[in-house]
């Protein structure tokens, strides 16, 4: 064969003179004792609803992002809808909520700790185990799904650890791991309650003093926290009421609160009344300390002039303005950070409102000069663990004390606005003692205030605890754990 009609290479040399079948021409023959290179085996991606709960997941891990935050957008973007939708938001949610749990078994079937085992690996772990433990998903697909997006991210080598981990844990079911691995329920009572129902344990410890007495209480409200929270809107009064939107959205009028309703099924961000801000998105405890701060009674005449001291992002600030403006009050709100201020001012539109972005702490306000205080304080958050999936791994007792503190500040600058016969309305979402009896406490030590007996301001709820403060549970009203305090300023 002539040259000029061999191949070449980019160095201009002709290619190997002989075909596979010996032929001139051809790439060169293979030594029979030359290994073939292993080839890297085909894998199969996450469906699309596994891909995004497992995208969730990384970045709660690596972001600290929120899963309630991120989960929406991200299905809107990626077009999952129906019950794909659903499929990813049980393990996205689901998987969050019960990492500890998940994590103790994987550890136990690992035969390592959780630190070193790769990021990556665990998150994909934890999916799997998940599927295992908590949902009818069939085994073979829980495992094979998961050992596949390994080999995806990884290799071979780490796809096999996977599935080792996975089958060690697909022999037993959730009762055998947790038979095996919680604590004595004789001996720690509560360390083994936080196990079963995936709670850090100083978590079920803060839910066992605030329940007090009633501390038997300690598995059902452990438990409520598991629970997919239902939806729950306000009708904004004056332009709706909660008769009129439950009966437009398909839901049901709520048990205590005059604005409330309960959405059955679907996206409450499509629902006329949200768009056209009638209604908004609202648990219905948070919509009762709204209430309760309207309702409080003063010494001498309301002047129509309240303040909400922690604003952001807006919601109970839209439903009090609300409430002001059919008597001809009006409202100011603080709200120091940038972003939570623009929804403030966002969810008020309307109202008579005014947004003012200071700390609260230094508002530069004229003292004494307000009739009515609501102060929403920044907390740990414990009251809402069902809505923060999260939320339970990321905060330690470390910060409650740092919270605290902060909590005690505000609620003196409260007081020092308020008028003689005024009230405050200190409220958190958080049952932790710290949070609630012990900033109250402090103030009422501290300051000219004295606590008048909240329960009837949460009328017709019940079971609010032994006053003069209120205790909101899920396990007991189906809402957030919110606790509210009224205190009156001494004349």
Same mark, same amino acid.
């Given at each position: 064969?002539?040259?000029?009609?061999?191949?070449? +290479?980019?160095?201009?040399?002709?290619? =190997?003179?002989?075909?596979?079948?010996?032929?001139?021409?051809?790439?060169?023959?293979?030594?029979?004792?030359?290994?073939? #290179? %292993?080839?890297?085996?085909?894998?199969?991606?996450?469906?699309?609803?596994?891909?995004? @709960?497992?995208?969730?997941?990384?970045?709660?891990?690596?972001?600290?992002?929120?899963?309630?935050?991120?989960? #929406?957008?991200?299905?809107?973007?990626? +077009?999952?809808? +129906?019950?794909?939708?659903?499929? $990813?938001? *049980?393990?996205?949610?689901?998987?969050?909520?019960?990492?500890?749990?998940?994590?103790?078994?994987?550890?136990?079937? !690992? =035969?390592?700790?959780?630190?070193?085992?790769?990021?990556?690996?665990?998150?994909?772990?934890?999916?799997?185990?998940?599927?295992?433990?908590?949902?009818?998903?069939?085994?073979?697909?829980?495992?094979?799904?998961?050992?596949?997006?390994? =080999?995806?991210?990884?290799?071979?080598?780490?796809?096999?650890?996977?599935?080792?981990?996975?089958?060690?844990?697909?022999?037993?079911? *959730?009762?055998?791991?947790?038979?095996?691995?919680?604590?004595?329920?004789?001996?720690?009572?509560?360390?083994?309650?936080?196990?079963?129902?995936?709670?850090?344990?100083?978590?079920?410890?803060?839910?066992?003093?605030?329940?007090?007495?009633?501390?038997? *209480?300690?598995?059902?409200?452990?438990?409520?926290?598991?629970?997919?929270?239902?939806?729950?809107?306000?009708?904004?009064?004056?332009?709706?009421?909660?008769?009129?939107?439950?009966?437009?959205?398909?839901?049901?009028?709520?048990?205590?609160?005059?604005? !409330?309703?309960?959405?059955?099924?679907?996206?409450?961000?499509?629902?006329?009344?949200?768009?056209?801000?009638?209604?908004?998105?609202?648990?219905?405890?948070?919509?009762?300390?709204?209430?309760?701060? $309207?309702?409080?009674?003063?010494?001498?005449?309301?002047?129509?002039?309240?303040?909400?001291?922690?604003?952001?992002?807006? +919601?109970?600030?839209?439903?009090?303005?609300?409430?002001?403006?059919?008597?001809?009050?009006?409202?100011?709100?603080?709200?120091?950070?940038?972003?939570?201020?623009?929804?403030?001012?966002?969810?008020?539109? =309307?109202?008579?409102?005014?947004?003012?972005?200071?700390?609260?702490?230094?508002?530069?306000?004229? #003292?004494?000069?307000?009739?009515?205080?609501?102060?929403?304080?920044?907390?740990?958050?414990?009251?809402?663990?069902?809505?923060?999936?999260?939320?339970?791994?990321?905060?330690?007792?470390?910060?409650?004390?740092?919270?605290?503190?902060?909590?005690?500040?505000?609620?003196?600058? $409260?007081?020092?606005?308020?008028? #003689?016969?005024?009230?405050?309305?200190? !409220?958190?979402?958080? %049952?932790?003692?710290?949070?609630?009896?012990?900033?109250?406490?402090?103030?009422?030590?501290?300051?000219?205030?004295? @606590?008048?007996?909240?329960?009837?301001?949460?009328?017709?709820?019940?079971?609010?605890?032994?006053?003069?403060?209120?205790?909101?549970?899920?396990?007991?009203?189906?809402?957030?754990?919110?606790?509210?305090?009224?205190?009156?300023?001494?004349?």
């Amino acid at each position: 064969m002539s040259e000029q009609y061999r191949g070449k +290479g980019k160095d201009g040399k002709p290619f =190997g003179g002989r075909d596979r079948g010996g032929k001139p021409g051809g790439p060169p023959r293979r030594d029979p004792g030359q290994q073939r #290179p %292993p080839r890297r085996p085909r894998r199969t991606p996450l469906d699309p609803a596994r891909q995004a @709960a497992f995208d969730v997941l990384r970045a709660v891990s690596e972001r600290d992002a929120y899963a309630n935050l991120v989960l #929406p957008a991200m299905l809107a973007e990626r +077009g999952i809808g +129906g019950r794909d939708a659903a499929f $990813a938001t *049980e393990l996205a949610y689901g998987t969050c909520r019960t990492r500890g749990l998940l994590d103790a078994v994987i550890v136990a079937a !690992a =035969g390592r700790p959780a630190d070193q085992i790769d990021p990556v690996l665990l998150d994909l772990l934890r999916l799997g185990a998940y599927q295992l433990l908590r949902t009818n998903v069939a085994q073979h697909a829980a495992v094979a799904t998961t050992v596949e997006q390994a =080999g995806v991210e990884f290799d071979s080598a780490r796809a096999g650890f996977v599935n080792g981990v996975l089958r060690a844990i697909s022999v037993r079911d *959730e009762a055998s791991w947790v038979a095996e691995l919680a604590p004595s329920r004789t001996e720690d009572p509560v360390g083994y309650l936080a196990f079963v129902h995936a709670h850090p344990r100083w978590i079920a410890q803060a839910f066992t003093d605030a329940l007090g007495p009633d501390a038997g *209480e300690l598995d059902a409200a452990l438990a409520a926290d598991d629970a997919r929270p239902g939806v729950h809107l306000a009708a904004r009064p004056g332009v709706l009421t909660a008769e009129q939107l439950a009966e437009e959205v398909d839901g049901t009028v709520g048990r205590y609160s005059p604005y !409330a309703a309960y959405l059955g099924s679907g996206d409450p961000g499509k629902l006329a009344p949200v768009r056209e801000a009638r209604a908004l998105v609202q648990d219905e405890g948070s919509q009762l300390v709204a209430r309760a701060m $309207a309702l409080a009674p003063l010494i001498g005449a309301d002047g129509g002039r309240w303040l909400d001291l922690c604003s952001g992002p807006g +919601g109970k600030t839209a439903l009090i303005a609300a409430i002001a403006a059919q008597q001809g009050g009006n409202v100011t709100a603080i709200e120091p950070a940038p972003r939570r201020a623009d929804l403030v001012e966002q969810n008020t539109r =309307g109202l008579p409102v005014q947004v003012l972005r200071v700390d609260g702490r230094e508002a530069g306000l004229e #003292p004494g000069s307000f009739d009515r205080v609501l102060v929403d304080a920044p907390c740990t958050g414990l009251g809402a663990l069902r809505r923060r999936p999260e939320a339970r791994w990321r905060r330690t007792p470390a910060d409650v004390p740092v919270l605290a503190k902060l909590q005690r500040e505000l609620l003196a600058a $409260a007081i020092a606005l308020t008028r #003689p016969g005024g009230v405050v309305l200190y !409220a958190t979402c958080s %049952p932790h003692l710290a949070e609630t009896v012990g900033v109250v406490s402090d103030a009422l030590r501290r300051h000219p205030v004295t @606590a008048l007996d909240a329960r009837p301001l949460f009328a017709p709820a019940e079971n609010l605890g032994p006053g003069p403060y209120v205790q909101l549970w899920p396990h007991r009203h189906g809402t957030d754990a919110m606790f509210a305090a009224a205190l009156q300023k001494n004349l």
